[in-house]
């Protein structure tokens, strides 16, 4: 994938937002109140949805990716780049597909995308452990990709409708 130097200076800035955002998760801990391992908000998720739909699935990948790679080296634990890495890979995948349905909403995209990110994590879990017994979580944490998915969206539509009347996404 060739970019101009715009379309790249747009990829490192909402990369770098997505960094930010999945730092100022930390400061939620929602694990307090759901004590599932795997249960985030998926701030950075935002990012990904949008870029989805204004750049399209190549650089939303590209951004996806990097900070995936990115925020594994930050925190130190490269043991998590698998599970950032096959969630991310599923749920971009599914979100790419799921909005080329004309009568699917973001919110249901972004549903989607969060129910098939919780899925690739456990896949990495059953990986990593060797055992199925993180399949068992998996229908709490579909529940629970329902909500996040739905933030994620929201969100997302409303950085759309605040973003339409300006040039900021344009070319």
């Known amino acids: 994938m060739k970019l101009t130097a715009n379309q790249l200076t747009r990829c490192a ?31 950075a998720n935002i990012v990904t949805v949008f870029a989805l739909y204004a750049l399209g699935p190549g650089q939303a990948a590209l951004i996806l990716f990097t900070r995936c790679l990115l925020g594994a080296m930050f925190a130190g634990n490269m043991n998590a780049l698998l599970f950032s890495l096959l969630g991310g890979a599923a749920a971009m995948l599914v979100m790419t597909l799921l909005s080329r349905l004309r009568r699917l909403s973001v919110y ?35 529940g629970v990709s329902l909500f996040t998915g739905a933030l994620t969206g929201l969100v997302s539509a409303c950085l759309f409708r605040a973003l339409a009347y300006t040039d900021l996404m344009k070319g």
Request: net charge neutral; glycine share 10%.
């Open 108 to 142: 249901g995209v972004s549903m989607g995308g969060a129910a098939a990110h919780n899925c690739g994590q456990v896949a990495a879990a059953v990986l990593t452990l060797g055992n199925t017994a993180p399949l068992y979580c998996l229908p709490f944490l579909l």
């Open 13 to 43: 800035l909402l990369t770098a937002l997505a960094l930010a955002l999945s730092y100022l998760e930390n400061f939620f801990p929602l694990s307090l109140a759901v004590p599932i391992p795997g249960v985030k908000l998926g701030l």
